[in-house]
């Protein structure tokens, strides 16, 4: 029996969302890589990167204000957007970036997974959303997860006396994502999802491109061809196309099972690393991660309870 155009649609939703989940996993493939093979420095590669996605960014602009439902923003909403979009994507990504230099990829992946359950807490402090039973249990198991995984890579990695610092850079870089979601939470729906990502990143964009004209060794920068590509791998491969993937998979299955699909992206980082980087895959961090990807799906439990029955959320990133 043929399936049902609607299954079909929601098959080639889950594919595209898939595919999408697994090109963002390649973000800390490509940065070991970058460094091992250029030896530049985080501020460097993240401009790099930037430069490559900001024609694209440009564009979805010059779209997003083309569209009949184009909003016009106050200047609180502006203001609103440049915020976010420093802590989204300047901050984030450069301790990230930074982090990359002295943690496994793996690793990493997994420090950034806890940012759904800041998001509760946030949310919980913040506007006083209260957390539900089985929430308070998906972070108990997501923090468990990261325990066991970071214990059983501190062994392995007695010898790296930036083990401790990369962790940090990391978890903070999941605290300001954090934050990054639950802003835009609520300013989409104002601003719009296409134009609220577009200014978001052009904001973060220009952040990265100040600090780097402040601070950046573009006088030592690497000439070599592996430079460029990586930047292009980083912008095209790991930035913009999964952008693209994971907003059509999105309106095609929903928000909530985009969630479910994209908890994929840990398990994808540490497969690449063990072949790409030659990283190690041990015990205590498969049985991390199984701890870290049952929390997050768990966040979203309550919500999708409560949504039972009702339309999936349009695409809000």
């Known amino acids: 029996m043929l399936a049902s155009p609607k299954n079909r649609d929601y098959l080639a939703g889950f594919i595209i969302a898939f595919i999408g989940s697994v090109l963002f996993s390649t973000k800390a493939i490509i940065v070991k890589k970058a460094f091992a093979d250029t030896h530049t420095d985080a501020l460097t590669l993240l401009t790099l990167r930037m430069v490559f996605s900001l024609p694209f ?80 249990i998906a972070l108990g198991l997501t923090y468990l997860g990261i325990f066991i995984a970071y214990a059983g890579e501190l062994r392995l990695d007695l010898g790296n006396p930036n083990f401790l610092l990369g962790s940090v850079l990391i978890f903070i870089c999941a605290i300001t994502f954090s934050i990054y979601i639950v802003g835009s939470g609520k300013i989409i ?30 006088w030592n920068m690497p000439t070599g061809n592996d430079f460029w590509f990586y930047g292009f791998l980083l912008a095209i491969i790991a930035t913009v196309i999964p952008s693209f993937l994971v907003s059509i998979g999105m309106k095609k299955i929903g928000s909530n099972n985009l969630a479910i699909v994209s908890s994929i992206g840990p398990v994808s980082t540490i497969i690449q690393a063990h072949f790409i980087l030659g990283e190690p895959i041990f015990a205590a961090q498969v049985a991390g991660t199984v701890l870290v990807v049952s929390g997050v799906l768990l966040t979203g439990w309550k919500i999708r309870e409560k949504k039972r029955g009702l339309p999936d959320e349009q695409p809000t990133s």
């Open 57 to 136: 960014f440009v564009g979805a602009a010059i779209l997003a204000n083309k569209q009949k439902q184009n909003v016009i923003l106050r200047p609180r909403h502006w203001g609103a957007i440049v915020l976010l979009g420093i802590f989204g994507y300047y901050l984030s990504s450069l301790f990230d970036f930074m982090g990359l230099q002295y943690v496994s990829a793996g690793l990493e992946r997994l420090i950034l997974f806890l940012y759904p359950g800041f998001v509760l807490l946030i949310n919980a402090f913040v506007f006083r959303q209260k957390i539900s039973r089985i929430q308070k």
């Open 189 to 218: 729906p104002i601003t719009g999802s296409t134009k609220f990502t577009a200014y978001s990143m052009l904001a973060a964009t220009t952040g990265i491109f100040i600090h780097f004209a402040l601070a950046g060794h573009y």
